[in-house]
């Protein structure tokens, strides 16, 4: 939710009371010895070149599913790399950068979006880790989804922060540097400063259905959708400083390019948990009162910071084992659903009004 909201369904003191009941249940909840150390290095992780890699789905997610099916694009139809920010607080931990990304899948996957899956295809926390995000996206180009509707052609890329105000942190724009220039090899994207392509729009609110648009090869979500998305003190890295960046590390021969698999009519399907799985039933995503991928406020009501735990970069899952604190933590994430979605209508009353 990159668009700028308005109005409220739940008092910011209300709020922070849930979450801080939440994070006090997740903190004092008992974990299984060992339970949150997985091996240091992750066997499926896929080499980008110059010592990156993308960390897969499997790290944060593997008890969540896709809810339905996942169209992919044609590799042809792949045509430009859009930069997303979550709107989330800045300056969390490793540990609260997985229990994000848990965050936004609920919230992406619940009533509020509908979507089938997390909405984008990569994210970049701010410690320079990169996750793959929707399921099977390190592979093929799967669909993404975004607020104001997805016009198409474009590999989704977040940045995990708010950067309203302040831009992503270094290790976080190397990585995405290192992340756009594997998929501009991968699908044959010309990045070179001032490059553009052009497309028929599937259809977003800045953009219907039928209308022909061109756009930078890299571009930011609000070139896209009507939203603030990905923040003022990101788009000066957007417009400039990745085309620059990104095409000399693809003229370096910096980049490690595995082939796409080849794209059809065929689509993800969703997958259902073994029932003898290792996955707790009652595991769930430590403060679910984060603010949504897409749905940040540029309001003022900002989201509580999540538990940061260890601050190592193992890039572990914390579970909440217990009922009470799975209980709380759900609490927090309907109210923050009923805020978010209050804000969207409010919005888009304004944007509909003359």
Request: charged share 15%; hydrophobic share 35%; aromatic share 6%.
């Amino acid at each position: 939710m990159c668009e700028a909201c308005c109005g409220n369904t739940l008092s910011r003191r209300g709020f922070l009371t849930l979450s801080g009941l939440a994070a006090s249940a997740a903190l004092l909840a008992p974990t299984a010895a060992g339970a949150n150390s997985p091996p240091d290095h992750i066997s499926d992780a896929v080499d980008i070149g110059g010592g990156y890699e993308i960390l897969p789905r499997s790290t944060w997610g593997s008890d969540l599913p896709p809810t339905g099916p996942l169209d992919a694009e044609s590799s042809d139809d792949v045509r430009f790399l859009l930069i997303h920010h979550s709107a989330s607080p800045n300056g969390y931990s490793p540990d609260a950068a997985i229990e994000y990304l848990r965050t936004f899948y609920m919230l992406h996957t619940g009533p509020d979006r509908g979507w089938n899956d997390i909405a984008y295809n990569f994210l970049v926390d701010e410690h320079g880790r990169i996750f793959e995000g929707r399921e099977g996206s390190v592979h093929q180009p799967i669909r993404g989804d975004a607020t104001g509707g997805s016009q198409g052609f474009a590999l989704l890329c977040c940045f995990i922060g708010d950067h309203s105000d302040q831009p992503p942190t270094q290790p976080a724009q190397d990585s995405m540097v290192a992340l756009l220039a594997w998929l501009a090899s991968r699908y044959a994207i010309d990045t070179t400063p001032g490059a553009t392509t052009s497309f028929t729009s599937r259809g977003s609110n800045l953009h219907p259905v039928g209308t022909e648009v061109s756009t930078p090869t890299i571009a930011g979500h609000r070139s896209m959708s009507l939203t603030a998305c990905p923040g003022d003190a990101a788009i000066p890295l957007v417009e400039t400083v990745l085309p620059e960046r990104v095409s000399a590390r693809i003229l370096a021969g910096s980049t490690t390019t595995v082939p796409a698999t080849t794209a059809g009519p065929s689509t993800t399907p969703a997958t259902t948990p073994e029932p003898n799985s290792t996955t707790s039933p009652a595991t769930t995503a430590v403060g679910l009162g984060a603010a949504d991928v897409e749905g940040a406020d540029d309001a003022g009501a900002t989201a509580p910071q999540l538990p940061g735990g260890n601050t190592q970069n193992t890039g572990r899952i914390v579970t909440l084992p217990t009922l009470a604190a799975t209980i709380l933590a759900g609490a927090v994430g309907l109210a923050w659903l009923r805020l978010r979605a209050a804000r969207r209508r409010a919005h888009e009353r304004t944007a509909a009004s003359p």
